[in-house]
């Protein structure tokens, strides 16, 4: 019997170290936001859902003209931290009978649709699996049916991390999966890494 994996990309934040929306900004051709929705829908999740929370009309607009049509959360009580986006998310995939929910945020730009794939692969419904990287375990995660209780009981601004430290969670590794986009100086990054890509796609060409 095949699964069914839906996705939450989370992007309900405010962005506030950044100074504008993160869901927003451009890389590669498209905005953030759009680019992880792709990313789980390439990697074949069904549904994807978005959650949405402060400035979430402008978000709104950008998300009407998205092919993959994402299925929208709007989270009222964003302040509150990630968790109520997680807890949001782990209850619209449990009324969709999915059998596991893939959690990833907007702004890892170094995750790729093949990354979700392991992550999916490597569960069997059996274990939570989470991405490694910087000696640590982190989202993109994927949490089989079993834990979307617990993803519902999550409170403050961690997330699900305190879930991913049980021995029994498997971990697929995920080079620069720490770099994220939170300040300024993110965003600098993300453009020399831009440009380098473009360099690189010229030269290759040449």
Not at 9 to 32: I, M, N
Not at 35 to 48: L, T
Not at 112 to 140: C, D, N, Q
Request: hydrophobic share 40%; charged share 25%.
């Amino acid at each position: 019997m095949s699964r069914r994996v839906a996705a939450l990309v989370l992007a309900a934040g405010a962005s506030e170290r950044l100074g504008q929306p993160k869901q927003l900004v451009q890389y590669q051709g498209e905005c953030l936001m759009n680019r992880a929705i792709r990313m789980a829908h390439e990697a074949g999740a069904s549904p994807v859902f978005v959650v949405l929370g402060a400035g979430y009309e402008a978000l709104l607009e950008v998300l009407q003209t998205n092919p993959h049509e994402p299925r929208i959360l709007i989270n009222k009580g964003w302040r509150r931290g990630m968790s109520t986006s997680i807890a949001l998310g782990a209850a619209a995939a449990e009324r969709v009978d999915a059998d596991d929910l893939l959690v990833l945020t907007c702004d890892q730009v170094t995750v790729t649709a093949e990354h979700l794939r392991r992550l999916m692969e490597a569960s069997h419904r059996e274990h939570v699996v989470a991405s490694h990287y910087y000696e640590r375990r982190g989202i993109p995660a994927l949490f089989p049916e079993f834990s979307f209780h617990a993803l519902q009981e999550l409170t403050g601004d961690t997330g699900a991390r305190e879930l991913l430290q049980d021995d029994a969670v498997l971990t697929v590794p995920l080079r620069g999966g720490e770099f994220d986009v939170d300040t300024p100086a993110d965003l600098e990054r993300l453009q020399a890494m831009e440009e380098q890509k473009e360099h690189d796609r010229h030269t290759h060409v040449a």
